[in-house]
């Protein structure tokens, strides 16, 4: 029972352990407009990296929650996306 469980969670289709992966476009754009926010710190194109960022974040969580490639995938898009949006309501 624990090995099937183990293997559900963090197994991929191909039977592979899958906890990390290369950024895919949506995490690359995150990372960049998130460095690129430490140098604008303010006005007008602050606030438009911020909502890039945001964007981006959010459907790679997205993304992750439905197309994960196992359990762990899946529950880390969840964790991010209810962190993000917290963030912005709180």
């Known amino acids: 029972m624990e090995n099937r469980l183990f293997n559900q ?3 991929d289709g191909e039977g592979k352990i899958v906890l990390a992966q290369t950024p895919n476009l949506p ?13 604008f710190t303010t ?5 438009g990296l911020d ?3 945001f964007g981006t974040l959010f459907t790679w969580a997205w993304q992750e929650l439905f197309e994960g490639v ?5 529950a880390l898009g ?3 996306l209810i962190a993000l949006l917290a963030g912005k309501i709180l």
Do not use: D
């Open 9 to 11: 969670v963090f197994h």
């Open 27 to 39: 995490l690359i754009v995150w990372i960049v407009a998130s460095l690129l926010k430490l140098l």
């Open 43 to 47: 006005g007008r194109v602050n606030i």
């Open 51 to 53: 909502l890039l960022a």
């Open 70 to 74: 196992n359990y762990f995938r899946r």
């Open 78 to 80: 969840l964790i991010v």
